[in-house]
């Protein structure tokens, strides 16, 4: 496959992405926008950030989910701080699956918590490997800046 | 001197415990050709800044890396953005700090949240904040830093921006805001 054709497919996986919700247009734009010749790498330096990030807050949710009784206020404060992250990566369906995880704190309802954080992890993983195969076509496209 | 002048030109320190948005408030204020520091909390803010957490009665004693007597400061910082919901000191107080302190008070200081709640962009208005950005945070935003940073200084005009990017020399700028008047 040329390297025009990469190149396509990698416009076309981004616009199916946002189609579909895992990302929002504006936000995940505006990262490969930030992106130069000295900062060729910047979407995926942020979202591997990220992921490790996630990593560390989701060992505590589980900790915290499983401590009798669940201390809602902190599972909230965990959450808020993913949900921000999603946010600032542009990642809108694992954003609102935090939404919901944050309504069940509110409501103090331990079942549902664990639900949505079930849906969380679901979306998170989901995303991940979509951005996964998108920055190997990225790379197989000698993408370095945004054409 | 060109790019080289202008990227040591405006300094900001930038305060977020999430470490995602710390490296993307950094890209953003780095594409915009600022220096930046990140730190992950207010108290670390404070301390870059040279303020001492417990004295802040804004006396010589909670200073003690800046001058009073001469124009060089070893900490020159143009404007500060910090987060409002972090743990222990929250960005609402870091910004009642630095206005409270005589060193500080004339640095800008920018709030960015998550929450779009008019009672806290209200009051941190009122506290002294020249804006509050909604995150996630974008380029347009960090657009509107400029003006601040180039009030009280001899540049005000905006319309000369360009221009003074590409004169302006090292030692002028490091005299900007160091939070006490001082008259080259």
Known sequence: MDRNQLRRQVAHMRSSLIEQNYLDQQQFVQLEDLEDDSNPNFVEE???LFYKD????????????????????????????????S??????????????FKECCLAGNAEGCSRAFQRVKQEHEALK????????????AGLVQRS | ??????????????VDDSIIDRKLIERLLKTSSYQVTAVDSGSKALEFLGLNDQD????IAEAPSVSLNNQHQDVDVNLIITDYCMPGMTGYDLLKKIKESKFLKDIPVVIMSSENEPSRINRC?????????????KLSDVHKLRP?????????????????????????????????????
């Open chain 1, 46 to 48: 942020i979202v591997t």
């Open chain 1, 54 to 85: 996630s990593s560390r807050l989701f060992q505590k949710i589980d900790q915290a989910l499983h401590s009798i009784p669940m201390d809602f206020a902190r599972l909230d404060d965990y959450m808020h701080q993913f949900k921000g992250s």
């Open chain 1, 87 to 100: 946010s600032s990566i542009g990642a809108i369906k694992v954003k609102n699956e935090c939404t919901q």
């Open chain 1, 129 to 140: 490997r979509q951005l996964e195969t998108y920055f190997q076509l990225r790379r197989q």
């Open chain 2, 1 to 14: 001197m060109g790019v080289g002048a202008a990227e040591a030109q405006f300094h900001v320190l930038a």
């Open chain 2, 56 to 59: 802040d009665q804004g006396t």
């Open chain 2, 125 to 137: 208005l009122e506290e002294g904040a020249e804006e509050f950005f909604l995150k996630p945070v």
């Open chain 2, 148 to 184: 601040h940073m180039m009030k009280g200084t001899s540049m005000e005009d905006e319309a000369d921006i360009k221009g003074v990017e590409e004169i302006q020399s090292p030692e002028k700028t490091r005299t900007q805001y160091n939070g006490f008047d001082v008259v080259s």
